[in-house]
């Protein structure tokens, strides 16, 4: 019997920037720079058996990611089989994280430092601030015997991702590697992160700091809001603290319009696999940055702080010791006195 070969669809022909651009979320530009560099990992050693290209299998992918849909659904509108986009979406998927993964980095010289923290002085005038930082809760599938690690408190398995953004909303650092039942502040002890902030060696300029909520214990290097402000000039900071990490949350709310299988939950059998999705799925968010997309084509996402979920239900940890406490409130203090 014959094989029967379904005629596959680029979906670069025929579509003008516009569609391509709704379709596939990216410029048709950016699209071929991201092959330049994962083309080779995406190329069959053999045409036969009518093997996809390159370019075809990372359509079908930002198709895929874009959509948030089926396998089969996305099959159906441009010609392969189910298992082909399978294959197609999990190769361009770790190709994509294993060779633009440095795209989700701190500034390595003084000069981009200097630069990032001119950036966020200029938002509402709080000085050494190199990133804000906040969780956001993606949904996903888990195998039932690691189920209740990632049960978020609305009962819902998901993991909660934890990212720093810079002031233009690319991210700068990423961790997805804990489940939904975490509290942001233990995400981040987990990250890695913290070791980098203690030692001062996150950049090259000394003295930055982070902004994050309250879901964050307060630290020389992690300004929070002050919860019961007593004075104008604590409100003030509160105001400008506000302003200023608003970039973060506005980035998630950006991350999911862009990309839908965020916003409506991965479906992937293996917590990796989803894992590596979300990477994959920041990386082609800064690049979209990077090449001045900055999504205006998209929906209005002036209320993208609503599409990130609540803290999930473990309790935050134990406030540190008297000392590191007496440190952190110093250093905010120091901020609050800015705007007497």
Same mark, same amino acid.
């Given at each position: 019997?014959?094989?029967?070969?379904?005629?596959?669809?680029?979906?670069?022909?025929?579509?003008?920037?516009?569609?391509?651009?709704?379709?596939?979320?990216?410029?048709?530009?950016?699209?071929?720079?991201?092959?330049?560099?994962?083309?080779?990992?995406?190329?069959?050693?053999?045409?036969?058996?009518?093997?996809?290209?390159?370019?075809?299998?990372?359509?079908?992918?930002?198709?895929?990611?874009?959509?948030?849909?089926?396998?089969?659904?996305?099959?159906?509108?441009?010609?392969?089989?189910?298992?082909?986009?399978?294959?197609?979406?999990?190769?361009?998927?770790?190709?994509?994280?294993?060779?633009?993964?440095?795209?989700?980095?701190?500034?390595?010289?003084?000069?981009?430092?200097?630069?990032?923290?001119?950036?966020?002085?200029?938002?509402?005038?709080?000085?050494?601030?190199?990133?804000?930082?906040?969780?956001?809760?993606?949904?996903?599938?888990?195998? /039932?015997?690691? *189920?209740?690690? !990632?049960?978020?408190? #609305?009962? &819902? =398995?998901?993991?909660? $991702?934890?990212?720093?953004? %810079?002031?233009?909303?690319?991210?700068?650092?990423?961790?997805?590697?804990?489940?939904?039942?975490?509290?942001?502040?233990?995400?981040?002890?987990?990250?890695?992160?913290?070791?980098?902030?203690?030692?001062?060696?996150?950049?090259?300029?000394?003295?930055?700091?982070?902004?994050?909520?309250?879901?964050?214990?307060?630290?020389?290097?992690?300004?929070?809001?002050?919860?019961?402000?007593? /004075?104008?000039? *604590?409100?003030? !900071?509160?105001?400008? #603290?506000? &302003? =200023?990490?608003?970039? $973060?949350?506005?980035?998630? %709310?950006?991350?999911?319009?862009?990309?839908?299988?965020?916003?409506?939950?991965?479906?992937?059998?293996?917590?990796?696999?989803?894992?590596?999705?979300?990477?994959?799925?920041?990386?082609?968010?800064?690049?979209?940055?990077?090449?001045?997309?900055?999504?205006?084509?998209?929906?209005?996402?002036?209320?993208?702080?609503?599409?990130?979920?609540?803290?999930?239900?473990?309790?935050?940890?134990?406030?540190?010791?008297?000392?590191?406490?007496?440190?952190?409130?110093?250093?905010?203090?120091?901020?609050?006195?800015?705007?007497?």
């Amino acid at each position: 019997m014959n094989r029967v070969v379904r005629p596959r669809i680029n979906g670069d022909e025929d579509l003008s920037p516009t569609k391509f651009r709704e379709r596939f979320r990216l410029e048709r530009a950016v699209v071929e720079k991201i092959l330049h560099f994962i083309g080779d990992d995406l190329a069959h050693d053999t045409d036969r058996n009518h093997a996809l290209t390159p370019k075809q299998q990372l359509l079908l992918t930002l198709r895929f990611l874009a959509t948030g849909s089926f396998y089969h659904v996305v099959g159906d509108a441009h010609g392969p089989s189910k298992a082909t986009v399978y294959r197609a979406v999990h190769r361009a998927v770790e190709a994509i994280v294993n060779r633009l993964m440095g795209l989700i980095a701190f500034p390595n010289t003084h000069e981009a430092t200097r630069a990032l923290q001119a950036q966020f002085h200029g938002k509402a005038g709080l000085p050494n601030v190199i990133g804000c930082i906040d969780g956001c809760h993606i949904d996903l599938r888990v195998p /039932t015997d690691v *189920e209740n690690a !990632y049960i978020n408190r #609305h009962q &819902r =398995t998901s993991l909660n $991702v934890m990212a720093v953004a %810079g002031a233009d909303g690319r991210f700068l650092c990423v961790s997805a590697h804990a489940g939904g039942r975490q509290h942001d502040s233990r995400v981040l002890a987990t990250s890695g992160l913290v070791e980098k902030l203690e030692t001062d060696s996150l950049v090259p300029v000394g003295g930055g700091v982070l902004l994050g909520d309250s879901a964050y214990p307060s630290r020389r290097y992690l300004l929070t809001p002050i919860n019961h402000p007593g /004075t104008a000039a *604590e409100e003030r !900071y509160n105001k400008a #603290h506000c &302003r =200023t990490r608003v970039c $973060v949350e506005q980035a998630f %709310g950006q991350l999911k319009m862009r990309w839908w299988c965020l916003k409506h939950g991965l479906r992937f059998h293996r917590v990796a696999d989803s894992v590596r999705t979300v990477m994959a799925c920041c990386i082609l968010h800064n690049i979209a940055k990077l090449e001045g997309d900055e999504g205006d084509w998209m929906q209005d996402v002036a209320a993208a702080q609503d599409l990130g979920e609540p803290d999930a239900p473990e309790l935050p940890p134990p406030e540190p010791v008297a000392a590191v406490r007496r440190l952190a409130f110093a250093r905010r203090a120091e901020f609050v006195r800015l705007f007497q």
